[in-house]
T-cell receptor, first 111, second 114 residues
Framework: TQLLEQSPQFLSIQEGENLTVYCNSSSVFSSLQWYRQEPGEGPVLLVTVVTGGEVKKLKRLTFQFGDARKDSSLHITAAQPGDTGLYLCAGADNYGQNFVFGPGTRLSVLP | DTAVSQTPKYLVTQMGNDKSIKCEQNLGHDTMYWYKQDSKKFLKIMFSYNNKELIINETVPNRFSPKSPDKAHLNLHINSLELGDSAVYFC?????????????FGSGTQLSVL
């Protein structure tokens, strides 16, 4: 069974601080995605990373895929209250026939 | 013009009842899924359908029966509801075969079994 672990589980920071959350697995995935979920809504895709060592930037968010395609990190620069939410990583195997989710990191950014 | 829509948003029912949740996607995707999110927010796949055919059926009680009348719809019927079925159920779709694998989620159905 493929499992994804995320750390930290909870993170509460002040507006303007930087943070990094991690997603780790013992399995190799064909791709890895990061989603953000807000209360009462479904997860919304932020990014998909496919190539080992890949780095993608989305405004203040930087995503990295490990060389071995087993782990990933999400770095947020100058966090804002609007970044508050549940951040989920998901690994795709069988080329998207199955997506396995991590338990999530709940981020609170205080004004 | 909602991409993945599921109804109802909230479902409150008594133990033992039978209920259905409907899902439709207008993205032209080939693959649809049902996920269950528990109280700890852990998302777990239940079923995956590709072009109306069942691909993945995780360890889910056979009281749960998905039905896909066409590739744009995947409904979930639940028989003899139990207290432990209370959770948020998400429908999702994916353009299988696209090199950028990704899921598009509906806004969820919060099921409460009393």
């Amino acid at each position: 069974t493929q499992l994804l672990e995320q750390s930290p589980q909870f993170l509460s920071i002040q507006e303007g601080e930087n943070l990094t959350v991690y997603c780790n697995s013992s399995s190799v995935f064909s791709s890895l995605q990061w989603y953000r979920q807000e209360p009462g809504e479904g997860p919304v895709l932020l990014v998909t990373v496919v190539t080992g060592g890949e780095v993608k930037k989305l405004k203040r968010l930087t995503f990295q895929f490990g060389d071995a395609r087993k782990d990933s990190s999400l770095h947020i620069t100058a966090a804002q209250p609007g970044d508050t939410g549940l951040y989920l990583c998901a690994g795709a195997d069988n080329y998207g026939q199955n997506f396995v989710f991590g338990p999530g990191t709940r981020l609170s950014v205080l004004p | 013009d909602t991409a993945v829509s599921q109804t109802p948003k909230y479902l409150v029912t008594q133990m033992g009842n039978d209920k259905s949740i409907k899902c439709e996607q207008n993205l032209g995707h080939d693959t649809m899924y049902w996920y269950k999110q528990d109280s700890k927010k852990f998302l777990k796949i239940m079923f995956s359908y590709n072009n109306k055919e069942l691909i993945i059926n995780e360890t889910v009680p056979n009281r749960f029966s998905p039905k896909s009348p066409d590739k744009a719809h995947l409904n979930l019927h639940i028989n003899s509801l139990e207290l432990g079925d209370s959770a948020v159920y998400f429908c999702a779709s994916s353009p299988l075969g696209d090199s950028l694998e990704k899921l598009f989620f509906g806004s969820g159905t919060q099921l409460s079994v009393l």
